[in-house]
């Protein structure tokens, strides 16, 4: 007699659920400069360390084996000295190369005490990078098409507090095309004044891309002009210092441990839909992934079946037959 599988009740199989929660370091103790240990640790990591809180610092301190590496070790803090742009970013406001103009003062950007990352117009109308917390009168802009007008702001801001003041009663910090208009600008300034202009850069800033704000610089760090890269000083807890980056040295590197969870999953049919096709099990895990992602699961998930000691993957719950 022919065995007719009536209907399969539940079927269950397990599911390896792999999420990405937290970063682990790793030192690396054999010696490279910056852009050689970042190269390494995303070939072997996830990147350079960041380090967000007290905690990380922490766990560094007690990883550190001071003995073998001399005390310091690249982290993935730099500073991106090259990365000069204007405030107000809409392309349509500049022809060709108008956001390349540059006016510097004689050896200017210095980026001096490492720590220079915005732009004023000294009493000569060129330009000198100072730091971004200094106070400093503002022009701010008035755009309307490719027409543009100057106001000279007496109040002394930061240049953050400076460039909120410009976009919410003007336009934004002045965004200078060309000699003519530095010139305007120029003519507005009172003598011997130093004044915001819209021109800056990324200061210290993860490799990573990560924005946290958490610093843990040394006494009187980050302070070389032309020291862009950061390493962490185990010798003062791990307070970060400014170095060349072409020096060789340790570094520290981390990746995102894997948790792994085992989960049952059954699952109900009303068809004959065959659990063993491989096709099947990868569009019932896309489902799984796109379930977990819609519960508002943010982390990097993986997914996939675990195959039990029969070679298969679903089972039967309760199976009824009919003769
Ligand atoms: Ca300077």
Not at 109 to 114: A, E
Not at 208 to 237: I, K, L, R, V
Not at 260 to 283: G, H, N, Y
């Amino acid at each position: 007699m022919e065995k007719v599988l009536l209907f399969i009740c539940t079927a269950s199989a397990l599911c390896v659920v792999s999420s990405l929660p937290a970063r682990q370091y790793h030192f690396v103790y054999d010696p490279k400069n910056w852009t050689e240990a970042q190269s390494y640790c995303r070939d072997m990591f996830t990147d350079l360390a960041t380090i967000d809180n007290m905690e990380d610092v922490e766990t560094l301190n007690n990883m550190a084996d001071l003995d073998s590496y001399k005390y310091r070790a690249w982290i993935g803090l730099y500073n991106n000295v090259s990365s000069w742009s204007w405030s107000m970013s809409d392309s349509g406001f500049y022809k060709d190369n108008e956001t390349q103009l540059r006016n510097w003062a004689y050896n200017q950007p210095d980026n001096f005490q490492g720590r220079e990352c915005c732009v004023v117009m000294v009493a000569n109308g060129e330009w000198s990078d100072v730091p971004c917390s200094l106070p400093f009168p503002s022009v701010c802009a008035d755009v309307k098409g490719q027409e543009v007008t100057f106001t000279y702001v007496t109040e002394e801001m930061t240049f953050p507090e400076a460039q909120s003041y410009c976009r919410a009663n003007h336009t934004d910090l002045a965004c200078i095309r060309n000699m003519a208009e530095n010139q305007k600008i120029h003519k507005l300034i009172p003598a011997g004044q130093s004044t915001w202009i819209g021109l800056f850069r990324d200061c210290w800033k993860w490799v990573d891309g990560s924005n946290s704000s958490f610093t843990y610089w040394n006494t009187d760090e980050p302070g070389g002009a032309d020291q862009y890269c950061a390493a962490a000083y185990f010798a003062a807890s791990g307070k970060w210092a400014d170095w060349t980056c072409e020096w060789k040295r340790a570094s520290i590197c981390y990746s995102a441990p894997v948790l792994k969870q085992v989960v049952r999953v059954k699952l109900k049919r009303s068809s004959f839909l065959d659990l063993d096709d491989a096709a099947v099990q990868e569009d019932l895990l896309k489902q799984l992934k796109q379930k977990l992602k819609n519960q508002g699961v943010k982390t990097s998930i993986k997914l996939s079946w675990r195959t039990q000691n029969d070679g298969k993957i679903f089972h039967n719950d309760k199976e009824q037959d009919k003769f």
